[in-house]
Nanobody, 126 residues
């Protein structure tokens, strides 16, 4: 079993930066491809970014390209999402998710991720 706990959300102004962190625990915590999804009020959850468990592959959603950066620290068993130039439209609950162990390909599809965190709120004000 894998547990995911997000942190780092908060209230920021447009143009600010924010760094989200997902702590991964469990006996296979270092061998999962990880992703960040987000869900804005009244909208469906959407893909933001993903990183393979080898860190070789990354992928970003259209809204994240050029502004967000996903990374992982295999020793600390954490995955981070650095978000820069935040916009009001980035306001959402951000979820950390993990694929089944040893799958080293990234995916934008929610159903490919079997472990989910509780989410952390990011609010961007004007």
């Amino acid at each position: 079993q894998v547990q995911l706990v997000e942190s780092g959300g908060g209230l920021v102004e447009a143009g600010d930066s924010l760094r989200l962190t997902c702590e991964i625990s469990g006996e296979t915590s270092g061998v999962h491809t990880m992703a960040w999804f987000r869900q804005a009020p009244g909208k469906e959850r959407e893909f933001a970014a993903a990183i393979s468990w080898s860190s070789v592959r990354t992928k970003y959603g259209d809204s994240a390209k050029g502004r967000f950066d996903i990374s992982r620290d295999s020793l600390k068993h954490t995955v981070s999402l650095q978000m820069n130039s935040l916009e009001i439209e980035d306001t959402a609950v951000y979820y950390c998710a993990a694929r089944e162990k040893y799958i080293d390909t990234v995916s934008v599809t929610q159903s490919d991720y079997i472990y989910w965190g509780q989410g952390t709120q990011v609010t961007v004000s004007s």
